[in-house]
T-cell receptor
Framework: GAGVSQSPSNKVTEKGKDVELRCDPISGHTALYWYRQSLGQGLEFLIYFQGNSAPDKSGLPSDRFSAERTGGSVSTLTIQRTQQEDSAVYLC???????????FGPGTRLTVT | AQSVTQPDIHITVSEGASLELRCNYSYGATPYLFWYVQSPGQGLQLLLKYFSGDTLVQGIKGFEAEFKRSQSSFNLRKPSVHWSDAAEYFCAVGADNAGNMLTFGGGTRLMVKP
């Protein structure tokens, strides 16, 4: 079956613009995670969705970051007023249940100029 | 809060040689432990996981890892490295909350000499 997909694969944006990153998890997976991979910070957790429960936003670095998950499937991560320090690879993962292994998508490389 | 340390940032081994990548974790209870591999420009691929039970776990591509509670370690091993194993390897621990989000180590970049 299909794995986790993400789009776009690359995004270049100007400082101050808003961007939306999309994640399509593995069909049937109820748990969805966003992580960020950057040179300075390594791999860090951003936000977690489980079913229809309120998301765990404890990893979001600022209020410019938000995410939603529609219909328990596709998720969108939105970064408003992008800054250069937002440049990173944004990875999405899904899991059949929380606590099971997470399967990662290929990531979206965001470059803020 | 949990943490993961991978002491070796870079490792170079000759093709056919054995490999051990170190991982130490800090965690209050029995951890969920994972090893992932990332090739250049690619996402993370799960190599193996430890949840409970047998402390020696087998994974894909001939990798294995051993959970040692007394040493808070989960080292990754392979008896004979292939050139295609050159990549970055990440150890991770699952959080002790309902979400089980992962905390990653800094990664070890493996280079393989012909």
């Amino acid at each position: 079956g299909a794995g986790v997909s993400q789009s776009p694969s690359n995004k270049v944006t100007e400082k101050g613009k808003d961007v939306e990153l999309r994640c399509d998890p593995i069909s049937g997976h109820t748990a969805l995670y966003w992580y960020r991979q950057s040179l300075g910070q390594g791999l860090e957790f951003l936000i977690y969705f489980q079913g229809n429960s309120a998301p765990d936003k404890s990893g979001l670095p600022s209020d410019r970051f938000s995410a939603e998950r529609t219909g328990g499937s596709v998720s969108t991560l939105t970064i408003q007023r992008t800054q250069q320090e937002d440049s990173a690879v944004y990875l999405c993962a899904s899991s059949s249940l929380p606590g099971n292994e997470q399967y990662f998508g290929p990531g979206t490389r965001l470059t803020v100029t | 809060a949990q943490s993961v340390t991978q002491p070796d940032i870079h490792i170079t081994v000759s093709e056919g040689a054995s490999l051990e990548l170190r991982c130490n974790y800090s965690y209050g209870a029995t951890p969920y432990l994972f090893w992932y591999v990332q090739s250049p420009g690619q996402g993370l691929q799960l190599l193996l996981k430890y949840f409970s039970g047998d402390t020696l776990v087998q994974g894909i591509k001939g990798f294995e890892a051993e959970f040692k509670r007394s040493q808070s370690s989960f080292n990754l091993r392979k008896p004979s490295v292939h050139w295609s194993d050159a990549a970055e390897y990440f150890c991770a621990v699952g959080a002790d909350n309902a979400g089980n989000m992962l905390t990653f180590g800094g990664g070890t970049r493996l280079m393989v000499k012909p």
